[in-house]
């Protein structure tokens, strides 16, 4: 363990004398060692395992079933998540499918997220379709080198802002395009021009 071993080369070099007549300082360092150590192990769980959350969005068409249509998913451990094959658990019903397999598998490194777009289906064979439920408890399980990880869902920032928020009234943003430009009332006319065969425009100052 490197960390470990740098802790306990700096304990040993950190001048204790000015502390020798109030405590005894091969207990002291005794001590510091222990907490460094216990350092060391908290830094090293860290690492341990794998831990990730999920936001899903389902997708309510007519002429096709409702599914999941996107996944974002994040890895809360700082060491690479390796994904071969994405499920999708019903509590309830104790019945699981196979939402996206990876081949080669899928990569996200630590504490950063990635979005999917699973290949849709046209059915599952299960009526009626657990997805068209609303708020149905499900769990997605990744399949990992290792292990099968079970994914908590991530709170939805909606959720989170309106918390945090519902006393506090809401300021409207508003953003004016024109060919790819922003522009705001003080622009009282555009000048459209070519160069080099592409249009630009700008908004000079009325």
């Known amino acids: 363990m490197d ?105 996200i490194k630590g504490l950063e997220a990635t979005a999917i777009e699973p290949t849709p289906y046209s059915k599952l064979d299960i009526e009626p379709n657990p997805l068209a439920e609303f708020n149905i408890a499900l769990d997605l399980v990744l399949i990992t080198e290792s292990s099968a990880v079970k994914c908590k869902p991530a709170k939805s920032p909606e959720t989170l802002t309106h918390y945090n928020f519902k006393k506090s009234k809401l300021i409207g943003v508003t953003r004016q395009i024109f060919n790819k430009k922003l522009y705001s009332k003080e622009a009282v006319y555009a000048l459209i021009f070519i160069h080099n065969t592409e249009q630009k425009n700008k908004f000079p100052p009325g």
Do not use: M
């Not at 907490?35 to 002429?63: D, H, L, M, P, S």
């Open 3 to 107: 960390i470990q071993s740098e802790i306990l080369s700096l304990i040993n070099i950190i001048d204790f004398s000015p502390l020798k007549s109030f405590v005894d300082l091969n207990d002291l360092r005794n001590i510091s060692a222990i907490f460094g150590v216990a350092i060391a192990v908290y830094a090293a769980t860290k690492k341990w395992g794998n831990k990730a959350v999920y936001f899903a969005t389902i997708e309510r068409t007519i002429n096709r079933p409702t599914r999941i249509s996107s996944v974002s998913i994040t890895n809360l451990k700082d060491k690479p998540l390796i994904i071969y094959e994405i499920h999708v658990h019903f509590k309830k019903l104790k019945r699981h499918f196979c939402l996206q397999k990876f081949n080669p598998p899928l990569i």
